[in-house]
């Protein structure tokens, strides 16, 4: 158990992330990888991705209001959050899970 | 009537909107990129909504509405308080999509409308759409932050669009006077099939708003800015390259309402011409205006009668203490009163406000009193060309056309300069005053009369609570007003 971390963001509480892709698309299979690399450096306890095909369930993207792709929509611990793009920019992204940023060598 | 129109070599859907159609040639491009461009609140929204639904609700075609930055629920609600059928045409044909991206989202990184673009090809696939509107693309487009992404983004749209077979509206905010804006969104309309400008200006404290074709591909257009109006049932446009045909002239007479006054026209109005009335604040205008409405009501016509600037009920008091009673047809629907505020629009949202109103209303004869009030607004020019159009509206429609026009000065040469309209009216009677031996007293003359004998003679013109009359020529001397002051002396005597 890692002290370190404040209560909301503890592993145990189990990280799931919900990614819509465009089927093979360079930013889609970009972003399965960023965010893949994230969860595994930071959360290598608990994480779940859900990968969400548009081209395969159109109507749930609609259903779901997924205006881009890829949109990475983190499903729990609350509060939601919904990142759009590639996740490339891995700062950003840090930010806005409330990560610590990644020290640049 | 179908919804397709082969006009100019291309496939076009007609739009609904009365006059968009004539001066885009038959519509917009079928399976095609239409642009609607403008500043904020100049009406984008509304002229999109009204195109999906009346292709929806006119010719049975489903259509879809992405709003990316209006509520689309507010988008649809502000349909039905035009008359359209929101709630009926969303069960089957109309389908809306809120597409505001989240105020909390987070931006890492490229990304592209692929997942928009899946879902919606599905949902028109599922409903059998063939016409989508992307409302405020611009506002999804900023998202990207990236002129390069945004151009590929909309060329995005673009191929889907002609790939599915879909017929988009898109519309962007783009301002004519911001140089920034036009520049980053300048290739917009290089890529659209058809591009249209909006905009919305001030003139004399009125908001005037005015369209114009920028471009269409393999199409005829208009070239020129055309105004249009955001009135209760929707968009209309003020289109004039109207070419009607020249109606048939009816060989009919008609009254003018005053027995005398037929005599002098020599034998009344023709029907479908129209007639002037001129003359200075109080000579009697508008009665002999009133005149006429309740002679043709009473030959059971339809009849409407359009005041500036005073309230219909009023008019029905004034009319009724000399001797015209206008009551009972207002109160049976024969006569239709409509109460114009000179200052609360430009002349040609008031010329489009009197065309809906004379199409609503069917009359076979109108009276317009008075028509000088159109040029209190907007200056001269566009209302001299409004007189024109709603005195060609009208002889077009075969409608008997009374207007009045208001005298600042005494000279009846000065009408010539407000309006113009003396030159293309049939009949002109003149009003005037005289004033002899201490008394104000009316008089009436007719300068035209076209294809009548008519009289050359200035006569009195006499209102009393049983009506109007006018004198026989005096014929002794050069006095011919006498009946009044005789009257008078007889009184004072």
Not at chain 2, 29 to 54: D, E, F, N, Y
Not at chain 2, 153 to 168: A, D, F, K, P, Q
Not at chain 2, 471 to 491: I, N, S, W
Request: proline letters at 4%; aromatic letters at 6%.
């Amino acid at each position: 158990m890692s002290e370190d971390f404040p209560a909301g963001e503890r592993a145990s509480a189990g990280y799931v992330f919900r990614l819509y892709v465009a089927g093979g698309a360079p930013n889609s299979v970009r972003a399965l990888a960023n965010l893949y690399a994230i969860c595994r450096k930071h959360y290598p306890e608990s994480h779940r991705i859900e990968v969400i095909d548009v081209l395969k369930e159109p109507m749930r993207a609609l259903a779901e209001a997924i205006l881009v792709t890829p949109t990475t929509v983190k499903v729990s611990p609350a509060p939601g959050l919904q990142i759009i793009g590639n996740l490339s920019d891995e700062e950003e992204v840090l930010r806005a899970l409330g990560l610590p940023q990644t020290k640049n060598g | 009537m179908s919804g397709k129109n082969r006009a100019g070599g291309r496939e076009k859907i007609a739009t609904g909107i009365e006059g968009f159609d004539d001066i885009t040639a038959g519509g917009l491009p079928s399976r095609c990129t239409t642009l609607l461009m403008g500043g904020p609140g100049c009406g984008k929204t509304i002229v999109a909504l009204q195109i999906l639904v009346s292709a929806a609700a006119e010719h049975g075609t489903p259509g879809i509405f992405v709003a990316f930055e209006e509520n689309a629920r507010r988008v649809a609600a502000n349909g039905q308080t035009f008359g359209w059928k929101m709630a009926e045409l969303e069960e089957k044909k109309l389908f809306f999509i809120d597409a505001r991206m989240r105020s909390d989202v987070v931006t890492a990184g490229a990304f592209d409308l692929s997942g928009l673009l899946a879902g919606l090809e599905a949902k028109a696939h599922e409903m059998g759409a063939k016409v989508i509107v992307f409302d405020a693309v611009d506002v999804l487009l900023s998202l990207l932050d990236d002129p390069a992404a945004e151009c590929r983004e909309l060329y995005r749209i673009h191929e889907w669009l002609m790939l599915n077979e879909l017929t988009g509206i898109l519309t962007t905010k783009i301002d004519d006077d911001h140089a920034a804006t036009a520049q980053r969104y300048g290739f917009m309309p290089f890529m659209a099939d058809c591009a249209v400008m909006l905009t919305q200006r001030v003139t004399d404290r009125v908001a005037v708003r005015a369209m114009r074709v920028v471009k269409y591909r393999g199409s005829p257009h208009g070239l020129n800015e055309v105004p249009f109006m955001i009135g209760p049932k929707g968009v209309e446009v003020g289109s004039s390259n109207g070419v009607h045909p020249e109606p048939q002239p009816f060989n009919e007479r008609i009254t003018s309402g005053v027995e005398r006054l037929d005599e002098m026209l020599g034998g009344g109005f023709y029907r479908g011409t129209n007639a002037l009335i001129t003359g200075s604040s109080g000579s009697g205008k508008s009665t002999l205006a009133g005149a006429f409405i309740r002679a043709a009501c009473e030959r059971e016509e339809r009849t409407l009668f359009i005041s500036f600037d005073e309230n219909s009920r009023d008019i029905v008091r004034d009319l009724g203490t000399m001797g015209i009673d206008l009551a009972p047809h207002f109160a049976s629907g024969l006569l239709r009163m409509e109460a114009i505020r000179s200052e609360a629009a430009s002349s040609e949202e008031h010329f489009m406000r009197i065309k809906r109103v004379i199409a609503e209303q069917a009359p076979r004869c109108v009276a317009i009193d008075p028509l000088s009030a159109l040029a209190r607004v907007g200056g001269g020019i566009a209302a001299r060309a409004v007189a024109e159009r709603l005195i060609y509206l009208c002889r077009n429609a075969g409608i008997t056309v009374l207007f009045t026009s208001l005298l600042e000065g005494s000279d009846p040469q000065l009408e010539t300069t407000t309006l113009h309209v003396s030159t293309i009216s049939d009949s002109w009677i003149q009003l005037s005053y005289a004033l002899i031996d201490g008394a104000r007293i009316r008089a009436v003359s007719i300068v035209k009369s076209r294809g009548s004998n008519h009289s050359n003679q200035l006569r009195e013109l006499i209102f009393s609570e049983k009506g109007i009359s006018i004198t026989e020529p005096y014929k002794a001397g050069g006095e011919v007003l006498r009946e009044t002051l005789h009257k008078q002396q007889e009184k004072a005597g």
